[in-house]
């Protein structure tokens, strides 16, 4: 059985929890992190000297961190062809958007957008510099809404690891108190996640807990 270590309301640790549901995979989850703390004990940084979540073990495999390369193992090992492919070419079409989903789109959100937004208060905000956060974020977004426009997921007409990579953000995107240009066909894509039971399970979690410590 897989045993994973971290908060539900890390969106690293969705991304994990999202793939693991999507794989209809049996699991173990233990808070770990924030306000639960025993991330930076001596055993778990024996697992992760970074003492950061998410951890995976698979049974009674060595630990595995760093959420995208946890997914890639999950989806090699559990996954199907359309999820994954055995191709290196086909597998590579789908990491370039995976690793775009991760490196860009999702750290042009978390800290220069969301951070901000939700953690500080109206009258404190750098207004300015959330404003060119959210312009720069939203011409990424309007090349998934390109690709969005011409089938329904990121790479083609069904779910694989790119859109674990790039759809977890959304829920914190749309639910955050900021105002969001049109992109019909992102929109279209998220509200089609959201009826996914292990999207609405993992990664539709509040997240009004990481005010406090």
């Known amino acids: 059985m897989?045993?994973?270590?971290g908060r539900k309301t890390s969106s690293n640790v969705q991304i994990v929890m999202w793939c693991i549901?999507?794989?209809?995979l049996p699991y173990q989850r233990i808070d770990i992190g924030h306000k639960y703390g025993g991330n930076h004990t001596p055993e778990f940084l024996a697992m992760?000297?970074?003492?950061?979540?998410?951890?995976?073990?698979?049974?009674?495999?060595q630990p595995l961190f760093e959420s995208a390369a946890i997914v890639r193992y999950l989806a090699s090992r559990y996954g199907d062809d359309a999820f994954w492919p055995q191709d290196?070419?086909?597998?590579?079409?789908?990491?370039i958007w995976a690793e775009w989903a991760k490196s860009s789109?999702?750290?042009?959100?978390i800290r220069p957008v969301?951070?901000?937004?939700?953690?500080?208060?109206?009258?404190?905000?750098?207004?300015?510099?959330?404003?060119?956060?959210?312009?720069?974020?939203?011409?990424?977004?309007?090349?998934?809404d390109d690709r969005l426009a011409q089938h329904d997921y990121l790479v083609g007409d069904r779910l694989t690891v790119a859109d674990i990579m790039f759809g977890t953000l959304l829920y914190r995107y749309y639910t955050?108190?900021?105002?969001?240009p049109s992109l019909p066909a992102v929109e279209k894509y998220y509200q089609r996640l959201t009826q996914?039971?292990?999207?609405?399970?993992h990664v539709m979690v509040p997240y009004a807990e990481l005010r406090n410590g």
Do not use: C, H
Request: proline share 6%.
């Open 2 to 5: 897989l045993k994973v270590w």
């Open 176 to 180: 955050l108190e900021i105002e969001r």
């Open 21 to 24: 549901g999507e794989l209809g």
């Open 48 to 61: 992760n000297p970074n003492g950061l979540v998410p951890v995976l073990r698979d049974d009674n495999s």
């Open 196 to 201: 996914r039971p292990a999207y609405q399970e």
């Open 105 to 109: 789109v999702y750290v042009g959100f």
């Open 114 to 144: 969301f951070w901000p937004v939700f953690m500080v208060a109206p009258q404190d905000r750098d207004n300015q510099a959330i404003a060119a956060a959210l312009d720069s974020l939203t011409k990424l977004l309007k090349i998934a």
């Open 88 to 95: 290196a070419l086909a597998r590579a079409t789908i990491d």
